[in-house]
């Protein structure tokens, strides 16, 4: 498992060091801001880093979701099927690497956000409107940042899983069959419906945090069963 781990880790490892130079350059200018006395070099910074950020983490899954295909439809990828590894090893590793990469993406983040905060914190006005955006009850701290960050990272997972397991039935249910692609978009779109529908299930009662902590448990509970479910199509479906 360690090695299929390490085999992930290696093949989109460049564009996350990438990522983390477009990161530390956003944060660069943020510094060059405060420490002039520019406001507009300074806002230009915290928001150009935080859609970096997000951006990222869009990115960390996307990457995850192509190797997955390329490995199902390419002759090399086709190859690590054929190693003695149980396709649960093989899909978890590709899981987990996912959910390990937007975890240091977001510790990294969370890390760069807190210095922020603290040179920020009488002028939080950019990051109170970020915060409004998901919950018109969160207010401007750094635990409330760490919660909601825990559960963008959270519901990424969720959708990347989602997206494999509509990616598979491409390759497998539907492979050959016309408009098999169209489908399996429907499919991913209908899937992700469902789940906000179980997510708004929380009572806002509970309070903003609270609901943003029980969806993401919500949201890695449903990760691990589109999990068990694709990589049970691939050893039923996929000729490996």
């Known amino acids: 498992m360690l090695r299929l781990l390490k085999?992930?880790?290696?093949?989109?490892?460049?564009?996350?060091l990438v990522f983390l130079a477009l990161l530390v350059f956003m944060e660069g200018i943020f510094l060059y801001g405060y420490w002039s006395g520019k406001k507009d070099t300074q806002t230009l910074g915290l928001g150009l880093f935080v859609m970096v950020l997000f951006f990222g983490f869009l990115v960390i899954g996307i990457l995850s979701l192509v190797t997955l295909h390329k490995d199902m439809n390419t002759r090399q990828g086709y190859m690590l099927f054929m190693t003695p590894n149980s396709t649960y090893r093989i899909l978890g590793a590709k899981v987990a690497e996912c959910g390990l990469s937007l975890l240091a993406a977001g510790a990294v983040g969370l890390a760069i956000g807190a210095l922020d905060y603290s040179l920020l914190e009488k002028e939080i006005e950019f990051i109170s409107a970020i915060l409004k955006n998901f919950s018109p009850n969160l207010v401007p701290s750094l635990p409330n940042i760490a919660t909601l960050l825990v559960y963008i990272l959270c519901n990424l997972l969720c959708s990347v899983t989602t997206a494999y397991l509509a990616d598979v039935i491409s390759s497998s249910l539907l492979n050959g069959k016309k408009g098999n692609l169209v489908i399996t978009f429907l499919l991913f779109i209908v899937l992700n419906y469902v789940i906000q529908k179980i997510m708004q299930l929380v009572p806002s009662s509970v309070g903003a945090v609270a609901v943003?902590?029980?969806?993401?448990?919500?949201?890695?509970?449903?990760?691990?069963v589109m999990y068990i479910v694709t990589a049970r199509l691939m050893d039923r479906h996929l000729s490996v």
């Open 7 to 16: 085999y992930e880790l290696r093949k989109t490892l460049f564009p996350k």
């Open 212 to 224: 943003l902590l029980c969806q993401g448990g919500i949201a890695l509970v449903l990760a691990i």
